[in-house]
């Protein structure tokens, strides 16, 4: 027995049917053992480096190595050590896309396509825009917590989740959280995922509006995404019925149009003029857009501009890493800034313990990506056991991005840095008065010395070179992050010649994916929000999707959700970014809290006591960390942190008949301060108690699964599998052997082709329903 | 495979066991159609369909084909209007 347990074996679940599944050998062969140390020795060389070296000259390359080794070795151990003491994956059992298969969203998908769609689905602009922001502390905490966060925390919760969903016929995570926690529970953890939807979708439209206000070139080529979707969806419908490749590849190409057609735009003194918007003006044309987006068919505008934004966006971040590599930038930014340690930073205020880890949220853990890692991607699996690539893997991913992010901004200008994250009040908003600013910062240099001052020139010329009339208070980090893509980018010869389109383009491909969001994210709401209304006695007509009024009228009532905060960030007096900001980072991290408490507990229901230090690890931190940052938000004396000490200095001063407070420059300023405190001090209260409220009710079921040593949990029964599909992209040997079989049998393995017989009845109508969340 | 009972966890609907073979030989060859650059080619191409959305009509009809082959197709236009129109009734979420 001992000599088959060491050359590994083969599971069938059908006497006429090769192998479904393997169980590989034990132990870590000699030649994985010489790889693992290497990238030992070589990561904690670079991670030696990034943590000593001091200077002008710290290479971007360290970050790129110091990453990517810890990436693999915990791929390799720590995600592996999840999988043999917690899941123990079983591939004799049918995942949901291969139980259920209709062809269309159950459907087993190709490892490498699926890592993509998952990737394409879990990475967006919070993971450019967080670091982005948290680099006013200095490269340091940044890089230390995206890394160490995501192999310890966010891919720990992306992965455990998945394979929870798996296990569950594909459920989301609102109906997990019923079936584990309770109707109490789970509905608590509903509402929750609403109002966070809410501010979520808020606060990424803040983010490219400021990217897009005073830019005629900006708005005028993401206006033109509209027309170019509609000539899309158009063409695959009327003109070449189901051509979704032709209809692309002209979107494609009409795009990269848009892009430079933006620059003749900018020039003409008329249409310049016409493409001018304000943020308020913006902030109404989002609310419009996103309720039109998600009230109009899906294969007028989502369906085609989604075609759009993937290449887009796996494209650009491909790009970027190679450009980073290729022109190897070295950090401008110290290791750590003042600000780390006084919490008075521009872009965000609050001291490095909590707040880098509430902006940081997105590339470290995020708890959005368990609303996709249930509900959409278990629908796609092929086995159980590619669960840790796709889960794991497809979270370091973005990881990565949120490093090529915070590479970006911290190789810029200190002075550019801090003016274009500053807020109006701070900088004044001319090149003049945003010098004065940034050298009254003490700057100082990585090796310590003070840094150069700033002239006027240095703000006009960088603008002037991205092709917009002003960069400074350019907030919400987008534009940061646009200008240091384009600095890197301007490196390379050749291609590096057009620093005004590149940056532009960034801008574009972060707003493609911020407006996808944004629809995509009003149309989920309005799903979850008709349903509820539903459940309301005599309101049952709500559940019909296509009665109208019942339609609009729930997307009006998301809209307008959303979109007041929009308007109350961008007319904000105190600069709405770095206001929200936190509440965005909050509200996901509590999400994040949610979803860890549901694995946790279905952890400890199974009675792995020993191993819920897993979640449970993760799941403490992110609860601290998010309560002390809640608890500074909500109870701190200190007006630049506390909504609430804040709201009452601002009463106070209106109270005395203050004409001026802080940067609010009159008394309606004023009043706009006291409501805008008095909202997001009220949501802040809002997040954190629901989340402690579904946090102790998960800890009451799990103390009671400790004293009776485990409870039922809600895994479905499963059906044998019947087909076979290799863990990992490269199959091992044993793989290999067992792909040779089916081969040599003449059945494809993956299920495209099955034998009949091979496919399980449908009973795809009913998870379906089930399935709306 | 005599004595081994393939774990209740890793395993629960086996129904038979075999050993890898790990006597050294070559694992069998299937049919391989063109060179190394022609497969890898290949599946570029079919991993860049399948992102893309691309290949959802022909994955359709090999589903249909094989699960109903009674029943009569959706040309491409009417499935892909299908397709759009339970997108619309169940929009998937994205992220930040």
Request: no cysteine.
């Given at each position: 027995m001992t000599v088959t347990r060491h050359a590994g074996q083969k599971l069938k679940t059908?006497?006429?049917?090769?192998?479904?599944a393997v169980i590989e050998p034990g132990g870590v062969s000699i030649g994985q053992r010489i790889l693992f140390s290497g990238l030992g020795v070589l990561g904690a060389a670079a991670w030696y480096f990034i943590a000593t070296l001091r200077g002008e000259k710290v290479s971007a390359v360290w970050f790129v190595v110091a990453a990517v080794c810890t990436y693999l070795i915990f791929l390799r151990f720590y995600a592996k050590l999840i999988e043999r003491k917690?899941?123990?994956?079983?591939?004799t059992r049918a995942t949901p896309a291969e139980e259920f298969a209709?062809?269309?969203?159950f459907e087993p998908t190709n490892r490498s396509v699926l890592f993509g769609h998952h990737f394409a689905a879990i990475a967006g602009a919070g993971p450019l825009v967080g670091p982005v922001l948290a680099t006013q502390m200095g490269y340091l905490p940044g890089t230390i917590w995206i890394v160490a966060g995501v192999v310890l925390a966010g891919a720990v919760q992306d992965y455990m989740v998945l394979h929870l969903s798996i296990r569950r016929s594909g459920r989301s995570l609102g109906q997990m959280a019923r079936d584990e926690l309770g109707t109490v529970g789970g509905w608590f953890a509903l509402v929750g995922v609403f109002t966070i939807m809410i501010i979520l979708i808020a606060v990424l439209a803040i983010v490219i509006i400021g990217a897009l206000s005073s830019s005629p070139w900006g708005v005028f080529s993401i206006a033109m995404t509209i027309p170019i979707a509609f000539l899309m969806g158009l063409y695959m419908r009327?003109?070449?019925?189901?051509?979704v490749g032709e209809a692309s590849a002209i979107g494609v190409v009409l795009l990269v149009f848009a892009i430079a057609g933006g620059s003749l735009v900018n020039s003409h003194p008329v249409l310049a003029q016409v493409f001018t918007l304000t943020p308020v003006q913006l902030a109404y044309a989002m609310a419009i857009y996103g309720f039109l987006a998600a009230i109009l068919?899906?294969?007028?505008?989502l369906a085609p501009r989604d075609y759009l934004s993937t290449f887009m966006k796996v494209g650009t971040i491909v790009f970027l890493a190679l450009a980073i590599l290729i022109v190897r930038p070295v950090m401008?930014?110290?290791?750590?800034?003042?600000f780390a340690l006084d919490g008075k930073g521009p872009a965000f205020a609050g001291n490095l313990f909590p707040f880098l880890f509430i902006t940081i949220a997105c590339g470290a853990l995020?708890?959005?990506h368990s609303l996709i890692s249930s509900g959409t991607t278990p629908k796609m699996i092929?086995?159980?056991?590619?669960a840790r690539l796709i889960g794991y893997g497809g979270m370091l991913t973005e990881s990565f991005v949120a490093i090529s992010a915070l590479i970006a901004a911290a190789v810029i200008d200190q002075h550019l840095y801090f003016g274009m994250n500053a807020p109006l009040g701070l900088t004044g908003g001319t090149p003049a008065t945003a010098a004065t600013y940034t050298n009254g910062l003490h700057l100082l240099t990585g090796s310590g010395a003070p840094l150069q001052a700033a002239t006027p020139d240095l703000f006009s010329t960088a603008a002037a070179e991205v092709g917009e009339k002003s960069i400074i208070s350019?907030?919400?980090g987008a534009p940061t992050l646009a200008f240091g893509m384009a600095h890197i980018l301007s490196q390379?010869?050749?291609?590096?010649?057009?620093k005004a389109f590149w940056y532009h383009f960034a801008v574009m491909f972060e707003a493609l994916f911020i407006l996808t969001t944004v629809d995509a994210g009003t149309r989920v709401a309005r799903f979850m929000l008709s349903d509820s209304l539903a459940n309301?006695?005599?309101?049952?007509?709500?559940?019909?999707?296509?009665?109208r009024p019942g339609a609009w009228l729930c997307t009006a009532i998301v809209v307008v959700g959303w979109g007041s905060i929009v308007v109350m960030g961008v007319t904000?007096?105190?600069?709405g970014i770095n206001m929200l900001f936190p509440l965005f980072g909050i509200a996901n991290q509590l999400l994040a809290a949610i979803a860890l408490t549901v694995v946790f507990v279905v952890v400890m229901k199974k009675g792995l006591f020993r191993w819920a230090w897993i979640p449970a690890l993760p799941l403490l931190w992110d609860l601290t960390i998010t309560m002390w940052a809640s608890w500074q938000k909500i109870f701190s004396p200190n007006a630049s942190l506390g909504y609430w000490a804040l709201n009452a200095a601002a009463r106070a001063a209106k109270a005395k008949g203050a004409q001026t407070f802080s940067t609010a420059k009159n008394p309606h300023e004023i009043d706009m301060v006291i409501r805008n405190s008095a909202v997001q001090g009220t949501l802040s209260i809002l997040y954190a108690a629901l989340v402690l409220i579904v946090f102790l009710i998960g800890v009451w079921v799990a103390v009671k699964a400790l004293r009776q040593g485990g409870l039922a949990d809600a895994e479905t029964e499963g059906v044998p599998s019947k087909i076979f599909a290799p863990a990992s992209f490269v199959p091992t040997k044993l793989e290999k052997e067992v792909l040779a079989e089916w081969q040599a049998a003449g059945v494809?393995?993956?299920?495209?082709?099955?034998?009949?017989?091979?496919?399980?009845?449908?009973?795809q109508e009913t998870v379906q329903e089930e399935n709306e969340l | 495979m005599t004595g081994f009972q393939p774990d209740q966890r890793t395993g629960?609907?086996?129904?038979a066991v075999e050993s890898a073979r790990d006597d050294g030989s070559a694992p069998v060859r299937g049919p391989e159609e063109g060179d190394a650059v022609q497969r890898a080619w290949h599946g570029t191409v079919a991993v860049v369909r399948g992102l893309a959305g691309l290949d959802k009509y022909d994955r359709y009809v090999a589903h249909q084909s094989r699960t109903h082959p009674d029943e009569p197709l959706l040309s491409e236009a009417e499935f892909w209007r299908c397709s759009w129109d339970a997108e619309g009734r169940n929009p998937k979420a994205r992220c930040c």
């Open positions: 059908d006497p006429a049917l090769p192998p479904v917690i899941h123990r994956p079983d591939d209709n062809g269309r969203d009327y003109i070449r019925p189901g051509k068919p899906v294969w007028l505008l401008s930014m110290p290791a750590v800034t003042h995020s708890g959005f092929q086995k159980e056991s590619q350019r907030t919400g390379i010869p050749i291609v590096g010649a057009a309301i006695p005599g309101w049952g007509k709500f559940r019909d999707p296509s009665w904000d007096p105190l600069g494809n393995p993956s299920g495209d082709d099955r034998l009949p017989g091979m496919h399980h009845v449908s009973r | 629960r609907f086996a129904i």
